[in-house]
């Protein structure tokens, strides 16, 4: 059964940083390419980021380009999230998700509350 935890979250004052970790296990890991995604309450669930499966290509989201960095590490199974410049709006759950389309397969985390508050 594929795993994908996400570690990193918690409070953070408005103007800090975070750096969220999406970690997966039984996985062919370097077949998938990988997003965060995020769901504040009431709100419908919003890509943030994606990176192609091999790191060479990546896509954010309007309300997030330039304060946040997708990245991956293929050897360690690990997706990271890299957030600077947090604001109130970044409140949220976040997940991680892993996508092969070419397999018809897609796999979800548990989700990270980050919490953007003074």
């Known amino acids: 059964q594929v795993h994908l935890v996400e570690s990193g979250g918690g409070l953070v004052q408005p103007g800090g940083s975070l750096r969220l970790s999406c970690a997966a296990s039984?996985?062919?890991?370097?077949?998938?390419?990988m997003g965060w995604y995020r769901q504040a309450p009431g709100k419908q669930r919003e890509l943030v980021a994606a990176?192609?499966?091999?790191?060479?290509?990546?896509n954010y989201g309007d309300s997030v380009k330039g304060r946040f960095t997708i990245s991956r590490d293929n050897a360690k199974n690990t997706v990271y999230l890299q957030m600077n410049s947090l604001k109130p709006e970044d409140t949220a759950v976040y997940y991680c998700?892993?996508?092969?389309?070419?397999?018809?397969?897609?796999?979800w985390g548990q989700g990270t509350q980050v919490t953007v508050s003074s």
């Open positions: 998700k892993a996508e092969w389309k070419v397999a018809g397969l897609s796999f």
């Open positions: 039984r996985i062919t890991f370097s077949a998938y390419s």
């Open positions: 990176i192609t499966s091999a790191g060479m290509s990546t």
